[in-house]
Structure formats: structure tokens, C-alpha cells
């Protein structure tokens, strides 16, 4: 009986996470994102050779893995170490509001901040909302899609599009997504 009700429990609580919480964790990742490379200046390179590991162990074609899925993830990446944490979360559709980015340069000294945590949080907004807030997902996707894709070559942008944009696929990742385990995932990408 315990176990039925912790696991109604659970269901039931279980959700989107709120616009506020959602807004605050994506900065709070950003943030840590933008210092762990401040700290370590091979940490987008690290992170680009683990999703071409992943991509090569799981089934990914040569081009995909060589060029495509790499070469995605650094212009994601790019696109975060390169404005505000609070200009990038708004146009994920993270928060509400619009931010004008900071002239301050992205790379003054490194403070060491917290990882783990944010990633974790963030990492589990992101889940939910794959799961329970599947318009807002698709809102974050396209944003993504075309932050990866807009720095190719054009005949590799047509591939990348095409690639990302379809149905199938997008249905894949977002099953992905909400499937992951936040402190797998954390721990994958040297968060944790």
C-alpha cells in the first residue's frame, strides 16, 4: 500500500516544470556552461568528441558522426558561450521576458561556481518538459535546430534541416530527452 502511494504519488507530481523554475535553471546551467569553459578552455572540444563517441557508438552514419552531429553541438555551444545566459534562455522560450545581451566579454577571469546542481535542475526541467509540455518542447527544439544548423555550409544546412526537422526524428529526440537521467546525463558532460 506504501509503495502505491508513493508511486501515485510520484505520477502525480510529476510536471512541466513552472515558467519561473524553468527560467532560473536555464541560467543557472547557462552559467555553469559558460564556466566550465572559462575554467577549462578544452571543455567544448571534450564535449563535442563525447557526443561523436556517443553518436558512433549508437548507430550513426560516417557523415552524421563525422560532420553533422559534431559540428551541431559546437554551434549550439557557440551560440551559448557567446550572450548572456539570460538572452539565450529567453529565446529557448525558457523565460518570458527578452534581455539585451551584455557587452562584457563572456571570458574574464574564472570564478569557480557550482556544476553539478544546475546541470542536475536543468537537465530535469528539460526532461519534463519533453514530457508533459510537449508544444513548449517543440518550441525549444526549433530554437536549437536553428542555432546547429545556421552555421554550415549551405549543403550541409540542407542536410542538417532536413535531418533535424523531421518528424520522426524530432519524436526520437523528445523520447530521448524525457528519458534521460539528469545525474547520467550531468556526469556524461563532466558536470558531476
Not at 38 to 45: F, I, R
Not at 85 to 97: D, G, K, V
Not at 149 to 154: K, R, S, V
Not at 167 to 190: G, H, M, Q, R, V
Request: net charge negative.
Amino acid at each position: 500500500m506504501k509503495f502505491l502511494a508513493a508511486t501515485v504519488f510520484a505520477l502525480a507530481s510529476a510536471q512541466a516544470p513552472s515558467p519561473t523554475q524553468a527560467c532560473n535553471n536555464c541560467i543557472g546551467f547557462n552559467d555553469a556552461v559558460l564556466n566550465m569553459c572559462e575554467l577549462n578552455d578544452k571543455m567544448p572540444q571534450t564535449w563535442a568528441n563525447e557526443v561523436q563517441n556517443w553518436c558512433n557508438a549508437n548507430g550513426g552514419s560516417t557523415n552524421e558522426c563525422t560532420i553533422l552531429y559534431p559540428t551541431f553541438f559546437t554551434g549550439i555551444l557557440g551560440t551559448f558561450l557567446n550572450d548572456t545566459a539570460q538572452a539565450q534562455c529567453s529565446e529557448l522560450t525558457y523565460c518570458q521576458n527578452t534581455y539585451a545581451s551584455d557587452s562584457a566579454s563572456p571570458f574574464s577571469p574564472p570564478t569557480p561556481i557550482e556544476h553539478c546542481t544546475p546541470c542536475k535542475n536543468y537537465m530535469t526541467d528539460l526532461a519534463n518538459i519533453a514530457k508533459f509540455d510537449p508544444t513548449h518542447f517543440h518550441q525549444i527544439y526549433t530554437v536549437a535546430i536553428n542555432w546547429g544548423c545556421a552555421g554550415l555550409p549551405n549543403f550541409e544546412q540542407k542536410a542538417c534541416y532536413s535531418k533535424f526537422r523531421n518528424d520522426d526524428n524530432e519524436k526520437s529526440i523528445t523520447d530521448f530527452i524525457a528519458s534521460i537521467d539528469p545525474k547520467d546525463a550531468c556526469e556524461w558532460l563532466y558536470f558531476c
